[in-house]
């Protein structure tokens, strides 16, 4: 008797969107990650898929990222896909800001059989829409506030970069703090003497940038020996609770770019945005009368270039926490987002719509220190209600 093989056709039936935690969706937002799933029939466990972005552009349709492939099991496969902040450059210049959006699908392949489109029609395709993405930066810790500030980020469930200071590392609990801040967070290098020695004694940025360094002991320390102190000083300390640490530069456990802030001034080298800012103004007594702010004393030109080449991108700040004015929460929040000081709140589509570029936020430790801490936590909870709005850390950044 002749044995009857049923030929049984392969075939990718259909395709859907969710987050990470599979939840369906057809909207999300640049810098998201987000999953892909596929069901097919006859395909065998193990079988490879070819997968596809596309970006629908009505006319033509542009291939997002490389071909992927995924494994079938049991006649599922799931793609993984981070969708890029450089990406949004493919929305279409001119369109409004509101519904600024691009639609994503995908296209199968299985052996050699033809593409198959997926979830490509309107109503299932993925809308990827700006974000807007906060970085919020700590400076010049380990000391007072800095647990304040650890332990509402952990309650917020928000990271965060903490650009720190060696000379000024000297709590008690500064092993515990910084274990928490290297397996949570961000680290950048903010020097070790922050222009200034002894401890306490006035930071001379005039002198720090163009004379040379910080006199500690008799001794000039350079800016670029400032910052290998700062990284030195660290390695040791993050060792003591990882002994398996070898990173180059002063980094937290899953960072992977080394970053640094100058003390005193709003320098940036980055690959997406390079600036220095003079540093210090003396001023100037003409006839009896003092005009403040007249004379540039110093740029840290020379200074963050060196830093830069040896290895650390340079952050500055788009905007400061103040700490001399005890600035309240609500008045950064409108300043950061350049609202008009009519309303306190705003739908996400207005808070796109006045500010779609990241926010470098600048602040201190120790401003949020006991009960001040309040306004931090307000600050974070008032814009995590809105849709669209994330906190991010510095080696994340994308302009
Ligand atoms: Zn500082």
Redesign the pocket.
Known sequence: MEKIVIERKPEILRGYWTDTNNKLIWKTYFGQTVKFHIVTRNIANGSILKLQVYENGGVKDTRIGSEKSVTVNENKAILDFYIRRDWESLIQSGADTFDATIELYVAAKYNDGNSVKLANTKATWLNVTLAIYIYLTF??GIGLGTEDVLNILQETGVNATF?L?GSNSTTDKRQELLKRIYENHAIGN?SYY?ASYPKGARADYGKYYKGGGVMVRGKLVSVIEDFKENEKEFTLWIKEFDPTYSKLFMMAKNQTKALA?L??TNTWRTPQRSSTKITHRKTIELAGINFPGEIPQADSKEEADEINQYGYSIFGWDEEWKMSSSESESSVRRRLFSMPPVSTEFTPAQIVYWQTRPIVLLM?DRQFLGERGGQLKTFINTLKKNEGIFFDTLDNYVM
């Open positions: 400076d010049d650009f200071t903010h922050h802030r003390p005193g201190h």
